[in-house]
């Protein structure tokens, strides 16, 4: 029922971050503002200087790959496309010396560390876990064997590991895997390596995972410095890390200095030439959501309108990518006041979504008539109104429910449909308070906000404040009746 919320399309938040324990700030009093002056300075010096060539691969908070690089075994983000540009060349003389004194002990394991490490990725994709490990497991023993214990290749396995634990939720594991691989890596090439950086980065994403986040920022700290020592400032793993500094950022309501570090990301990946990838769009999306939650709406609806031409420029004015970036400028003109071009978006944006079958444009649809009717009852149009939130609600009333007994949905998905169907039925009780469908909509609303009510204390930040949010407009519907 809810494909399209799996995917994560009706989450305000693209992430789901939610508030842990408080951070310390002395790390991000140092950085942050650091980061301000240097992105000052990089502005000014912008017209002199020239972006690196460069594509940025599709990230991940943690690494599943590994890539030959510099003659060994380096750890990648997500990618296993991530030769490192050897901007060292110490660094990179020293690794293929390394790489060639620890030839293979066995050709046969060596073998058989590849077979069983493409048949588990394999497996990982098709969402086969159990069998994935089976080999996994296989290909650890493998490079052990083939390449000696202390080897890069086998701090790649461990990472492979590491990774399918960290699917599993088994954080401990994963952390001591990942812990692991980066002691192998640190004697294998020393501190100064891409592969260092990278494995801070993952160990970092484990951490946060296990709401330790000020040991996240430090690593996350540490990764960036790493990177920036071996690949430099224009590099897409440099900018991958800024995106999740960010959101740990985030998770401690530190949306405005999360927002100096994401544009950083973002400026990234405009000098190497990454500005058309899935991952920049994804942090565009990301800085336009914090924007608006900082209230910052001119400036989010900037970001906004160029997602927009850029989805247009890259599949067409008729794409379904094109309805959600409408609803989303949509909202941020409703706060403008400047209903007339939102109600035009969101027009455009059901337009497209009626076309499309399944229930995932089902929710999405319902989710543009909901800010439809919000906009006729800003306008005073009842009967407009009226008509989109009874067609939201069809579709919302049974997917609310179905959100709240599916255990493995993400919190913020859960959380966001059933947020929606509250919205919806406080506007129609707020329209029709005589109406018994209304008051019916209304108390099974209330039900389930109670029911997420501890997921949204457990998430904190914007989670828990948009649950308050419906339950006081279902509150203030009930008053009106």
């Known amino acids: 029922m809810l494909e399209l919320a799996r995917r994560g399309t009706t989450s305000t938040s693209e992430t789901g971050w939610g508030r842990?324990?408080?951070?310390?700030?002395?790390?991000?009093?140092?950085?942050?503002?650091?980061?301000?002056?240097?992105?000052?300075?990089?502005?000014?010096?912008?017209?002199?200087?020239?972006?690196?060539?460069?594509?940025?691969?599709?990230?991940?908070?943690?690494?599943?790959?590994?890539?030959?690089?510099?003659?060994?075994?380096?750890?990648?983000?997500?990618?296993?496309?991530?030769?490192?540009?050897?901007?060292?060349?110490?660094?990179?003389?020293?690794?293929r010396r390394g790489a060639e004194a620890r030839a293979p002990t066995s050709n046969a394991s060596t073998a058989q560390w590849r077979i069983y490490t493409d048949i588990g990725r394999g497996l990982v994709r098709e969402g086969k876990v159990d069998e994935a490990r089976k080999y996994l497991e296989r290909a650890?023993?493998?490079a052990k064997r083939g390449f000696g214990e202390d080897d890069a290749h086998v701090a790649a396995a461990l990472n492979n590991l590491a990774e399918l634990r960290r699917i599993e939720s088994k954080w401990e594991e994963s952390e001591r895997m990942f812990g692991e691989a980066l002691k192998i890596l640190r004697n294998a090439y020393g501190e100064n390596h891409p592969a260092v950086g990278t494995a801070l980065h993952n160990l970092a994403g484990c951490r946060l995972a296990q709401n330790d986040v000020d040991g996240a920022f430090a690593l996350y700290a540490e990764s960036l410095a790493r990177k920036e020592a071996t690949l430099g400032t224009n590099h897409p793993e440099y900018a991958t890390t800024l995106y999740h500094m960010a959101e740990v950022l985030c998770r401690n309501e530190r949306k405005e200095d999360a927002v100096v570090v994401l544009e950083r990301s973002i400026r990234v990946s405009e000098e190497i030439g990454a500005a058309h990838t899935d991952a920049y769009l994804k942090r565009m999306k990301r800085l336009a959501q914090l924007l608006f939650e900082c209230e910052r709406y001119e400036d989010a609806e900037r970001i906004r309108r160029r997602i927009l031409s850029n989805l247009e420029d890259m599949h067409g004015e008729e794409h379904v990518t094109i309805a959600g970036a409408c609803e989303s400028l949509a909202l941020v003109l409703t706060e403008l006041d400047r209903l007339d071009e939102a109600g035009r978006l969101l027009e455009r944006s059901t337009k497209i979504l009626s076309r499309l079958r399944g229930d995932g444009a089902a929710l999405a649809l319902a989710s543009a008539r909901l800010n439809l009717g919000e906009i006729a009852e800003k306008r005073s149009n009842t009967d407009e109104a009226i008509t989109f939130a009874r067609l939201a609600l069809d579709v919302l009333s049974p997917s609310a429910l179905d959100a709240i007994r599916r255990d493995d949905l993400r919190d913020d998905v859960r959380v966001g449909v059933v947020v929606q169907h509250a919205r919806a039925a406080a506007l129609l009780r707020r329209l029709a308070p005589g109406d018994p469908r209304a008051r019916h909509h209304a108390h099974t609303a209330a039900q389930n906000l109670s029911a997420v009510s501890s997921i949204a204390e457990k998430s904190g930040g914007t989670i828990q404040t948009r649950v308050r949010d419906a339950a006081r407009a279902l509150d203030v519907s009930s008053c009106n009746e």
Do not use: H, I, N, Q
């Open 140 to 142: 650890l023993v493998e």
């Open 20 to 95: 842990g324990s408080r951070m310390t700030t002395t790390t991000t009093t140092r950085f942050v503002p650091r980061m301000k002056m240097w992105m000052r300075e990089r502005t000014r010096a912008e017209t002199r200087g020239r972006a690196r060539d460069g594509r940025e691969g599709a990230f991940g908070t943690f690494a599943f790959a590994f890539a030959f690089a510099y003659g060994g075994v380096t750890v990648s983000e997500g990618t296993c496309d991530a030769k490192a540009e050897a901007e060292d060349v110490k660094a990179a003389a020293a690794a």
